[in-house]
């Protein structure tokens, strides 16, 4: 069946810009996850959804990031007055469950540059 | 707090040789580790995984892993490696029974040259 699909794939935009990052993940899976994924660092947790509960947003490094997901289905991870660190892959990645085991499925990644 | 380290960012071997990619983690309680492997251009899937019962667990494409408590490792082993082997690998780490905050280590790159 089909992945987790991310758009856009890649994004290019001017400091200072807000820009919306777009997560579809795998029908029926209720958990959902976005990752930072810096040039030669591992992955850094920014968010986690999971049903209707409130989503932990314990990981966004600053009010400038933001997240919403719709009931069990789109997320949108948006960025305010982007600055040149925020360059990096966004990774998003939905699971079955929050059960420990559960495999994390991830999508391609955004690829965004801040010039 | 848990975390993981990757001893090696980069490994490079030679096509049919085995390899190990080393991994150590540190947690106040039990753990479940994740080995993660991302192909060029392509997201990240899961390798393997040990939750428990026996230590030593087998992933696709021939990789396995052995998860050494007393030692706080979980090394990723492979006894004869292909070209199309070459990917970026991650371990990773959850304890305290929830899978969200999954911390994954930087990275090992593994190049296979023929």
């Known amino acids: 069946g089909a992945g987790v699909s991310q758009s856009p794939s890649n994004k290019v935009t001017e400091k200072g810009k807000d820009v919306e990052l777009r997560c579809d993940p795998i029908?029926?899976?209720?958990?959902l996850y976005w990752y930072r994924q810096r040039l030669g660092q591992g992955l850094e947790f920014l968010i986690y959804f999971q049903g209707n509960s409130a989503p932990d947003k314990s990981g966004l490094p600053s009010d400038r990031f933001s997240a919403e997901r719709t009931g069990e289905s789109v997320s949108t991870l948006t960025i305010q007055r982007t600055q040149q660190e925020d360059s990096a892959v966004y990774l998003c990645a939905s699971s079955l469950s929050q059960g420990s085991g559960s495999p994390l499925h991830f999508g391609n990644g955004t690829r965004l540059t801040v010039t | 707090a848990q975390s993981v380290t990757q001893l090696d960012s980069q490994v490079p071997v030679f096509e049919e040789a085995p390899v190990e990619l080393r991994c150590n983690y540190s947690?106040?309680?039990?753990?479940?580790l994740f080995w993660y492997v991302q192909y060029p251009n392509q997201g990240l899937q899961l390798l393997l995984k040990?939750?428990?019962?026996?230590?030593l667990v087998k992933g696709i494409n021939g990789f396995e892993a052995e998860f050494n408590k007393s030692q706080t490792s979980f090394h990723l082993r492979k006894p004869s490696v292909h070209i199309s082997d070459t990917a970026e690998y991650f371990c990773a780490v959850n304890s305290g029974g929830s899978n969200y905050k999954l911390t994954f280590g930087k990275g090992t790159l593994l190049t296979v040259n023929p």
């Open positions: 040990y939750l428990s019962g026996s230590t």
């Open positions: 029908s029926g899976h209720t958990a």
């Open positions: 947690s106040s309680v039990s753990v479940y």
